[in-house]
């Protein structure tokens, strides 16, 4: 299985976003992901993706947007977009995304993200982007903890998000974790993708039991299916081998139902 760190993750991704260049295949693309989340009898899905990646052929923001939306419409399961900004890009850019995204709210975008990479590109200074987002209507998420210093958690809890993606990283400080728990905010973690990106040395050292058991809300979930090469499935199955009970697995699976974005705040 193949062992990667973050830069190498977001650099391997850019492989895939040479096929996802036109509006139709956007479409197409998260049409086929929710027949494949469907399969899993997942029957609620929240999409993540940079519209801002696809623009090289010519199309606009709102274009990616609603190619992507016209295919999670059509699909079998209710599914909805959380609009990601990058780090490397501009903090004007990204306000302009976070508001053109902010057009769709109510109508399948249901909240707005920051990835990329963590370690060149700090999330403090992207700030305006959440705070046009946020009054547009988004709920907010970002990115942090699969990388750097555990500090980066905490610079994703200054944005007033209410999840973060991933946070493996800031589990290490129990200051974090504490602050984490009584903020209440939700951590979407991804143990195969964790692994892969050397956020965790191994499978069998990744926080998720230790951090359900000291009261943090935690969701499992996939990262890139493609990429990481897994399905929701596997990641259950791995918690459960990490020595998750079934009544733990249970409460994330409650947990991401009631963090999930598409209900009013």
């Known amino acids: 299985m193949t062992i990667f760190l973050l830069l190498d993750f977001v650099t391997w991704r850019k492989a895939e976003l040479h096929c996802h260049l036109d509006g139709a295949t956007l479409e197409r693309i998260a049409y086929e992901v929710c027949v494949d989340s469907a399969a899993e009898n997942i029957d609620y899905l929240e999409v993540r993706w940079a519209p801002r990646l696809h623009l090289r052929r010519g199309l606009t923001v709102a274009q990616v947007i609603e190619g992507v939306l016209a295919g999670l419409t059509s699909g079998p399961i209710r599914a909805v977009a959380i609009v990601c900004a990058m780090r490397q890009h501009s903090v004007e850019d990204n306000v302009g995304l976070a ?22 590109y700090p999330a403090g200074p992207q700030r305006p982007a959440f705070e046009a987002a946020r009054a ?128 009013p705040t």
């Open 136 to 263: 547009a209507g988004l709920r907010l998420t970002c990115h942090a903890g699969e990388a750097g210093d555990p500090k980066n958690v905490e610079d994703a809890l200054a944005l007033g998000v209410e999840r973060v993606a991933h946070g493996v990283i800031g589990a290490r400080e129990p200051r974090i974790v504490e602050r984490i728990r009584s903020e209440g905010v939700v951590l979407d973690m991804c143990p195969t993708a964790n692994w892969k990106c050397k956020a965790v040395p191994a499978l069998a050292e990744h926080p998720l039991p230790r951090l359900v058991r000291a009261g943090v809300r935690c969701t499992i979930s996939t990262d890139s299916r493609t990429v990481a090469g897994t399905t929701l499935s596997h990641e259950f199955e791995l918690a459960a081998e990490m020595g998750m009970t079934e009544a733990e697995l249970r409460a994330c699976n409650e947990t991401a139902y009631a963090a999930r974005f598409d209900t």
């Open 99 to 120: 508001r053109e995204a902010g057009r769709y709210a109510g109508r399948g975008v249901v909240g707005f993200d920051l990835a990329g990479d963590e370690i060149r």
